[in-house]
């Protein structure tokens, strides 16, 4: 069974960079599709981006292409999400999620049978 763990959340001004990182224990953690998601207050979580086993595979939500980067090393099971040009529409607590033994590209939440406990970032000036 795979647990996921959240960090590098925090504050930063509008046009900054952030990157949060997920750590996940157990042993299959290099064949799982990782994502994330985000919920800000008052509206449903969405999809944010994904990454496939190999790292080859990527997708993002069009809110976020050009300005966030998902990326994953497979050697410390850890995937990572690096904002940049961040917006006050950014702000919102993000989920860490993966469909375990299934590699793709997954956007649904659906999909996506582990979760993490989130993390906030605050895009405010």
């Known amino acids: 069974q795979v647990q996921l763990v959240e960090s590098g959340g925090g504050s930063v001004q509008p046009g900054g960079s952030l990157r949060v990182s997920c750590v996940a224990s157990?042993?299959?953690?290099?064949?799982?599709?990782m994502g994330w998601f985000r919920q800000a207050p008052g509206k449903e979580r969405e999809f944010v981006a994904t990454?496939?086993?190999?790292?080859?595979?990527?997708g993002n939500a069009d809110s976020v292409k050009g300005r966030f980067t998902i990326s994953r090393d497979n050697a410390k099971n850890t995937v990572y999400l690096q904002m940049d040009t961040l917006k006050p529409e950014d702000t919102a607590v993000y989920f860490c999620?993966?469909?375990?033994?299934?590699?793709?590209?997954?956007?649904?939440?659906?999909?996506?049978?582990?979760w993490g406990q989130g993390t906030q970032v605050t895009v405010s000036s």
């Open positions: 157990g042993r299959t953690f290099g064949t799982t599709t």
């Open positions: 999620a993966a469909v375990p033994g299934r590699s793709g590209v997954f956007r649904r939440q659906e999909s996506y049978g582990l």
């Open positions: 990454i496939d086993w190999s790292g080859g595979g990527t």
